[in-house]
């Protein structure tokens, strides 16, 4: 290769960038100068456009921040009755890994349901009916089914103009068995909130009420809500029937007939509220309501049109009374109802946050709730005459015999969380089918309170005879405080708590009447070996003993002298109280002394010969025969 001899002159240092600018050719130039030119151009658009761009990206931060704001804001007085598991929460999408679990949006009275869910395809209104069928004994019994109709009168809220930014949540709440759909819309004059409330009235049970509360957390402006609801074309089961008005609110009534399984077919009509279109929500709370009034027939192969008549006729007047209420009477009638029907319950605190051997609070309160939902009310319902519902409440207070079985606090099966309407239909009929086994379908018959009450006395291995009230529970679980609230017995609510003693380190019982009474009740601990307490507001507290033969570990009655001849009745082998039973029961877990001791001598015996047989190879080697080679015994350490 040649090289010019100039090449390795040195260059000048003020020729340089002369000589390499001189030395581009004119392409390279053209192209220098267009790259300067788009830079620029560039640099002009960033300038004007940077402003608005950031503005459109802080905005949007703005308005996901406000979002969340609105949700945290409308949650906040849901938040203590999650906290004593009396309500879940849970924010949509369902976010498992932060620990939320899925709690399901359904309210019930036992006539008719709803599963409140925007988008699933299960959601809808549901009737409860009863089928009769004949047992392995050739008895009829009667069993409480479930029934999806082919229509969903739920209202579907959406924003009309659209948001970025959307936040949902749904509350059930278990003491006043509403579900609360919250939603919370990005909008520019401020969030938009809207509370939309379901509830399956309690007291009037052919009544499905819902109410949408829309506003504007702003201080001015409007948004439009539209509202989606299911119509009713010319496929459908479902014919109108009438179209009328009462109190200034149009309602039309449906009728048809459903097939209803082997059973046949059922007439079913209906009337509904009309309901516009869109809701305008302003800085004041804008509401919507809309009714739906319920009533069908018992299932036959071919229902008569006679049958629908009669239920046009007994529809249309109850529609009309129940327009004539407002809606904020409506909903005050249906928490006073569900907060009496829960006066009989279970407080729970356990000595751990999560003991194996009872099941979560939660669960407890929300497996009472979905029971309960699939019961009717006998005692709350509003057609029913006043002297039926005095004698129903005797019965509830004098039952003749429940519960016989072990305690239901360690069956899994019936304290689960459940996913979908199938699941709380076969959790009532579990429910049900135990209780009725163990003596306890008088209570059963009762309705939603005698249910309650045969709910609550199983948990803890309570049980009702002719004579007394028995507490039989798990001394295992004793650990825990547990609070028996308001059970019903001889015309009297009594109050018994298992709970750790102030003084001492043992739990003991405490047993208390609600009220005062005229019948008096007397109570004693498990033998009845002392002395004999006489019940009173205050409360009295009984020590802990555990029998064997096992036995309860508390006795309730109205005859003093039943109580004090039941020590000579027991037949008992022993009896020890609650701490020498723990310390017992330690003792005896686990492999027996005798085989640790065993184990322990072959392990020394073992070591013993071994150190023998090293002293014996050390101080006198084993000399193998005399050959040709000589071999000796290796005690040096193996070379690395």
């Given amino acids: 290769m040649n090289y010019h001899p ?27 100068r267009r790259a300067c030119f788009v830079g ?4 002009l658009i960033f300038y004007y456009l940077a402003p608005y761009f950031f503005r459109q990206v802080f905005s949007g931060f703005s308005y996901k921040s406000a979002v969340h704001l609105c949700t945290t804001r409308h949650l906040a007085p849901h938040y203590l009755s999650a906290i004593e598991f009396d309500a879940s929460i849970n924010h949509l999408p369902i976010n498992e890994k932060d620990g939320e679990v899925p709690q399901l949006p359904f309210v019930g009275n036992g006539k008719l349901a709803s599963l409140v869910k925007y988008e699933q395809e299960d959601s809808g209104l549901y009737l409860f009916y009863d089928t009769l069928f ?4 050739k008895k009829e019994e009667k069993e409480h089914k479930l029934l999806r109709l082919p229509y969903d009168p739920l209202l579907r809220p959406e924003h009309v103009t659209g ?44 009544v499905l009420l819902q109410r949408l509360e829309g506003r504007i957390d702003g201080k001015s402006g409007s948004e439009d809500v539209y509202i989606h609801q299911q119509t009713i074309n010319h496929n459908s089961v479902f014919k109108l029937l009438a179209t009328n008005k009462a109190h200034n609110k149009q309602y039309k009534i449906y009728g048809g007939t459903v097939e209803v399984g082997h059973l046949g077919k059922m007439a079913v009509v209906f009337s509904i509220t009309d309901t516009p279109d869109t809701l305008r929500a302003t800085t004041d709370v804008t509401t919507l ?3 739906t009034v319920v009533m069908h027939s018992t299932p036959t192969k071919e229902p008569s049109p006679d049958v629908m008549s009669n239920l046009v006729k007994k529809l249309t007047p109850y529609t009309e009374e129940i327009l004539g209420i407002s809606t904020e009477q409506l909903l005050v009638e249906h928490k006073e109802a569900w907060a009496d029907i829960l006066h009989t319950g279970l407080t729970i605190s356990t000595a751990t946050d999560l003991d194996p051997l009872i099941p979560e609070p939660r669960i407890i309160n929300a497996t009472l709730y979905y029971v309960l939902s699939t019961m009717d009310s006998k005692l709350h319902d509003k057609d029913i005459p006043q002297d ?47 209780l009725g086994k163990h003596g306890c379908k008088h209570l059963i018959s009762e309705g939603a309170e005698g249910v309650l009450q045969a709910m609550v006395i199983s948990f803890g291995g309570l049980q009702f005879t002719d004579f007394d009230l028995q507490l039989r529970i798990d001394p295992d679980i004793m650990h825990n405080e547990i609070t028996f609230k308001s059970l ?59 029998t064997e033969p096992s036995t309860p570990i508390l006795y309730i009655s109205h005859d003093k002298k039943h109580l004090a001849d039941m020590k000579h009745t027991l037949h008992l082998k022993s009896i020890v109280n609650y701490n020498e039973h ?59």
């Fill in 289 to 291: 309501d809309s009714i």
């Fill in 388 to 434: 039926e519902r005095r004698d129903l409440m005797k019965r509830l207070q004098t039952p003749d015999y429940c519960y016989n079985g072990n305690p239901t606090v360690h069956a899994d099966r019936l304290w689960r969380n459940l996913k979908n309407v199938e699941d709380v239909e076969n959790l009532a009929k579990h429910w049900t089918l135990t």
């Fill in 488 to 546: 019903l017995y001889k015309n009297n609510s009594i109050n018994v708590a298992i709970r750790a003693a102030e003084d001492l380190s043992t739990p003991v019982i405490e047993v208390s009447m609600r009220d005062h009474s005229k019948l008096p009740l007397y109570a004693c601990e498990g033998g009845c070996l002392n002395l004999i307490q006489q019940l009173h507001q205050q409360s009295r507290r009984f020590p802990i003993f555990v």
């Fill in 134 to 137: 004949t047992n392995e004994n």
């Fill in 40 to 43: 620029i151009c560039v640099c």
């Fill in 582 to 640: 723990m310390s017992i029961k330690r003792k005896g877990t686990g492999l027996p002394l005798v085989f640790w001791l065993g184990i322990g001598s072959l392990i020394i015996f073992f070591h013993m010969f071994l150190i023998r047989l090293i002293c014996k190879e050390y101080y006198n080697p084993t000399v193998l025969p005399t050959t040709n080679k000589t071999y000796y015994s290796n005690r040096g350490r193996l070379a690395s």
């Fill in 6 to 32: 100039t090449a390795y002159k040195k260059m000048q240092p003020g020729h340089s960038i002369i000589q390499k600018i001189y030395s581009l050719s004119p392409n390279t130039a053209s192209c220098s």
């Fill in 163 to 206: 948001s970025h930014h959307k936040e949902e949540v749904s509350v059930v709440n278990f003491r006043n068995g509403i579900v609360e759909h919250l939603s919370c819309y990005s909008s520019s004059h401020g969030p938009l909130f809207l509370n939309h409330t379901v509830i399956a009235h309690r007291s009037r049970p052919n």
